[in-house]
């Protein structure tokens, strides 16, 4: 009896504290919306207005039909820079409005993360290191891999070079139909091995002593599902199949294979040749656990890998389909002659910059990315019926921005945002927080000048090789293959001519 009623006051009390909580949190989020003028943003037309599955079918609908980025900036186009929906009982905000995202990825950024969104999305893939991570965990990943990709560790292009020329020499020589983008995969591969590991994969001439084709195949499966798992709830069982935890044990187990060989053989930390850094060998010297270890390297050869391969494709997909501009780019990197095949020279390359600008601008290799409100707070502006008011955002609440969308507005970009064209760039300087190929603010991509600088390189030595391209596809425009990059579903099928003797 007596103990009854104590576990009926107990629950009394509990309750109470809850509500006293709740009606605290209440009355302080009244207090911000009234004190900073919040009015909340256009929502999205939608039948289900708590757990949004009309919208959710839409979704998918854009998936299959090969048009996600579209269907975005289609919605934007339409609600304006800011509207919010309701998916799963979760309010998202949508918005491509430059301060915003300045406020979102940078002046604001204390308030956002990516922990609870992405650790259980990518967590059977990578596991925890700098791409799934906040707070202090986040903090220490930067800390180990910014000395690996100074200045002076990437500037160096000679182990490069010798993998590019392993590229080429697989391109046709008699202008027969190539698709770029398994090769260009290939050489992302090698390239991000040799970085990470101090040796390359050697994909490029089939010498791997591991399965590369059997890791790139479970790879690129891994990738897909993890980009299926970030539109569905956290509850969800059908993205945990069979085959995805078998492309998940394959990655995990390639990438052990790499860290042992690394780490038991006798090279020091600074290779002799190069005195490069290696990274597997730099974690190592904080940690001696391997799992560990392999999530770290995991979390940096997932946008180290796509950040090359996925661009180059895309690059030369553009470039196909417009042969007078690959001429124009082939008589600048010409003329420069070797001095221009350099980390610094590849900067004065005016028009090569050019195409890559326009190449990220129009199909950035990450579409759409996402952040989850840490706590209360406010965007600066897309609320009320003009959109320039304060929006209040509640704690769990997950903001989405496309940067396919944001890099196709019309009074920053010209009205012509369709097209390739990387004249555009002679005289435009977009606003800042409006071009962000590689993200914003203190989770900018950490590889960023490594990924323009392998690009660059590539393309400027594809283009002094092959006097002229031809477009190989019947497929003109840009079909998109949504996994956690977008890719070309087509690949890059491209003719390549030597120059005539």
């Not at 309010?91 to 940078?106: D, G, H």
């Not at 993360?113 to 906040?134: N, S």
């Not at 974690?283 to 656990?289: N, P, Q, S, V």
Request: aromatic share 10%; charged share 25%.
């Amino acid at each position: 009896m007596y103990e009854a009623q104590a576990l009926l006051s107990c629950a009394l009390v509990y309750l109470i504290f809850v509500l006293a909580g709740a009606t605290r949190t209440q009355l302080q989020r009244r207090r911000i919306i009234r004190e900073r003028g919040c009015r909340p943003p256009p929502g999205l037309s939608q039948i289900d207005p708590f757990f949004g599955l009309d919208v959710v079918v839409q979704i998918f609908t854009s998936f299959r039909e090969r048009r996600r980025n579209a269907s975005l900036k289609a919605q934007f186009d339409q609600y304006g820079r800011t509207f919010q929906s309701q998916v799963y009982g979760t309010t998202k905000f949508f918005t491509i409005e430059p301060r915003n995202l300045q406020s979102i990825f940078s002046t604001d950024f204390d308030s956002w993360g990516v922990q609870p969104l992405r650790l259980f999305y990518f967590g059977p893939f990578v596991g925890k290191g700098i791409m799934t991570t906040d707070a202090a965990f986040w903090e220490h990943s930067r800390a180990l891999m910014r000395p690996t990709f100074a200045r002076s560790q990437i500037a160096d292009l000679s182990a490069y070079d010798v993998l590019v020329e392993q590229l080429i020499d697989l391109i046709p020589k008699d202008g027969s139909g190539v698709d770029l983008q398994p090769l260009f995969a290939r050489l992302a591969l090698d390239s991000s091995t040799a970085f990470l590991f101090g040796h390359s994969a050697a994909s490029l001439t089939q010498s791997s002593t591991v399965d590369t084709d059997e890791f790139l195949e479970a790879y690129n499966y891994g990738q897909a599902c993890v980009g299926k798992r970030m539109q569905l709830p956290q509850w969800n069982i059908f993205t945990m199949d069979k085959r995805f935890r078998h492309s998940c044990a394959v990655a995990r187990e390639y990438v052990d294979k790499c860290i042992a060989e690394t780490l038991d053989s006798q090279q020091s930390a600074h290779s002799e040749k190069t005195k490069r850094l290696v990274l597997a060998q730099e974690i190592a010297k904080e940690t001696d656990d391997r799992d560990d270890i392999r999530n770290q390297l995991m979390n940096v050869f997932l946008p180290a890998h796509d950040a090359t391969s996925v661009a180059l494709t895309n690059v030369f997909f553009h470039l196909a389909r417009h042969p007078a501009k690959y001429k124009k780019l082939r008589q600048e990197v010409l003329a420069a002659g070797d001095s221009a095949l350099t980390f610094e020279g590849l900067k004065n390359l005016k028009y090569l910059q050019q195409v890559l600008n326009e190449t990220f601008r129009l199909n950035p290799s990450i579409g759409q990315m996402n952040r989850i409100a840490l706590r209360d707070t406010v965007l600066p502006t897309g609320g009320g019926i003009d959109g320039t008011s304060p929006v209040f955002v509640k704690k769990g609440s997950v903001a989405v921005t496309s940067f396919y969308a944001l890099h196709r507005l019309t009074d920053i970009f010209r009205t012509d945002t369709h097209l390739f064209r990387p004249e555009r760039w002679q005289t435009l300087k977009p606003v800042h927080w409006s071009y962000l190929p590689f993200g914003g603010g203190p989770r900018l991509c950490v590889g960023q000048q490594l990924a323009l600088t392998e690009v660059g390189y590539t393309t400027a030595k594809i283009v002094r090789r092959f006097e002229r391209i031809e477009n190989a596809d019947p497929v003109l425009e840009f079909v998109e293959q949504w996994k956690l990059t977008t890719d070309s579903k087509n690949g890059a099928k491209v003719r390549l001519y030597r120059e005539s003797v």
